[in-house]
């Protein structure tokens, strides 16, 4: 598996603090602050997928249209890695390895309380009611089965790290499931944290994504880096490198 260097990189996405982590003619693969839509919803409020097709346009002169496509997505308040498809090939190619399940994708989590085991795998039941999902003790007609694993990177001061990985991609299932073993994710009050963050973020953030090239074939590897106080000590570069957690702190300059 590779990971792209560096040095091939666009230099950012609007602002310097704010990385592109990979481009090409068919990928597009940035950093999501906290607090930004991927996708626009009934809000109206700016999203990621506005921003690349404004940002591509701006940087190749392109008139007209921008063609800018999305194949997954993360909440509200996580940050971390999202790819979105730059022609309708990519789009299709990379759709159906999300539907296949052959794209990995890790998260890190820091939960309240120690973990006790240093790894598991949770399997349960989650369905949505309204707006609101909860896990299920059987399997019902609104159910979705939800499966991860997760590792113990660290204990410290009544939290613990988390390092999950997927196996399927169910809405909220990560917070649920965590919150359900007795560990929710710092500041995610929906599912019972004990308090805020500062800024209403939650500490869940996409940090790795692989997938197969659309076109090449070989294996990519994107890694989003770690925000600024992000609630974990010594963990990623230093501060003054890492970007913004929150979105408000780039949003005046898109504006």
Known sequence: METNPCNTLPPCFFDPRWPVIYEDNHLLAV?????????????GDVCLLDLGKRWLKARYHKPGNVFLAMVHRLDRPVA??????RTSKAAGRLSRQFR?????KHYLAV???SVSEEAGRLINHIERRDRLSRVVPTPTDRSQEARLH????GRDSGKSLLKVSLETGRRHQIRIQLAHMGHPILGDLRYGAEAPLPERQIALLAHQLAVEHPTQGDRLLFASPIPQQWPWPDIGPPCSQAPPWDWRAFDPIIR
């Open 111 to 113: 939960v309240g309380g």
């Open 31 to 43: 950093y999501k602050p906290s607090g930004l839509l991927v996708q626009g919803d009934r809000t």
């Open 100 to 104: 296949e399940r052959s794209v990995d």
């Open 80 to 85: 971390g890695v999202v790819l979105f498809a």
């Open 150 to 153: 997760y590792t113990v990177l």
